[in-house]
């Protein structure tokens, strides 16, 4: 199989993936892209229509018919991506717990991962992406020149997205995390799982910086043949 020229970070919710991506995409001049901000926008959708995340005929046809735009960040409000749901500026809506604890039911639909996946992958094949999800190195984008399976203890997990939001409960955001995990390392379609040649790093009590001097390092010794 030929290499892209693109990266694959996958990893369980909350292990400094996008940090890391973006991170990587500035040092590399690469476009970054977030393949959970569009399981997360058709799960805002389906519930804006209040649809049932149980239906997986609906949840896919709203994965299908449903316009998700994910553009350059716009305002300055410390998002990553504007995220467009019809139209509409869905950007936090889809940070909400609510979504955030139906998103692996709709995520395991397969009509809904053939539609998302089938454009995540066309976007990675450009080259020159540094693609965060669950399953990029494994399906998404199997080609990728090198993948990191980027891994934290679920305290730790939990602790930092605890700390990112306000108004939410330490045990509620633990219990969510774990199931969200569950799900999404059980699920019978492209699962949570590290790729047999991926790069695993463990992100607890690490900064960023370090993690990210660490995978340059691998890249620098891939470019130099090691
Ligand atoms: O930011 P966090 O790591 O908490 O989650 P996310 O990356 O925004 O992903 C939200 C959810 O989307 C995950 O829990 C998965 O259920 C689903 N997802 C997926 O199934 N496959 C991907 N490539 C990306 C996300």
Do not use: H
């Not at 395991?108 to 089938?118: D, E, H, T």
């Amino acid at each position: 199989m030929d290499t892209i020229n693109s990266i694959a970070i996958d990893g369980p919710a909350a292990s400094g993936k996008s940090t890391l991506a973006q991170n990587l995409a500035e040092s590399l001049g690469y476009l970054f892209f977030d393949t959970g901000l569009m399981y997360r926008a058709v799960t805002c959708a389906v519930l804006d229509r209040n649809g049932d995340v149980n239906d997986g005929a609906f949840c896919t046809r709203v994965a299908e018919t449903a316009q998700i735009d994910v553009r350059p960040c716009s305002v300055d409000d410390g998002r990553q991506a504007d995220v467009y749901i019809d139209g509409q500026d869905r950007t936090w809506q889809i940070r909400a717990p609510e979504v955030e604890s139906c998103v692996s039911i709709v995520a395991a639909y397969p009509g809904v991962r053939k539609a998302l996946s089938a454009q995540q992958r066309r976007i990675g094949l450009r080259g020159e992406v540094v693609m965060v999800g669950r399953d990029i190195g494994t399906v998404v984008l199997p080609e990728a020149r090198l993948k990191v399976y980027l891994d934290a203890s679920v305290e730790e997990r939990a602790r930092r997205r605890f700390e990112e939001r306000t108004g939410e409960d330490y045990a509620a955001v633990l219990e969510s995390m774990k199931e969200r995990d569950r799900l999404d390392a059980s699920r019978d379609l492209a699962p949570l799982r590290i790729a047999e040649d991926a790069v695993v790093i463990n992100s607890d009590g690490k900064d960023a910086d370090v993690i990210l001097a660490e995978v340059l390092a691998i890249l620098k010794s891939q470019a130099n043949g090691g």
